[in-house]
């Protein structure tokens, strides 16, 4: 059984990605909006500008198999994914400055993403 947080990880790049590729004039408006995205950028930091104001963080669940369910034990045993969204205040761009390029894969690893507290649904 996967854990959770694996297929978390793999959401959030499915999330975050266009497979339909960079829509860009070359590469490198792609590879300067991501240098330019990236300066002062950290991780650690909250995706909001204004740290007073909360981060909504929505969530979803698909049920994807139930492996057992024990009535008398009252377990359930399942697999699902679960998808989480939010805006990364930090992570906006005029498209007209790059290209036309309106949206950009980024690893997961190199964002912030919610605190691991999924990690043991």
Do not use: H
């Not at 930091?45 to 009252?74: A, G």
């Amino acid at each position: 059984m996967t854990p959770i947080w694996v297929a978390l990880a793999a959401t959030l790049t499915v999330l975050m990605t266009s497979f339909n590729g960079v829509p860009a004039k070359t590469v490198t408006d792609a590879e300067r909006l991501f240098s330019d995205l990236m300066v002062g950028y950290s991780k650690m930091f909250r995706p909001v500008l204004n740290e007073s104001i909360q981060v909504v963080v929505s969530t979803w669940l698909d049920l994807v198999s139930i492996q057992d369910f024990n009535e008398v034990e009252e377990k359930i045993s399942f697999t699902a994914l679960l998808y989480l969204a939010w805006n990364d205040e930090r992570l906006v761009w005029d498209p007209k400055d790059y290209g036309g390029i309106d949206n950009l894969y980024i690893d997961v690893s190199k964002i912030w993403v919610p605190n691991d507290a999924y990690e043991q649904c």
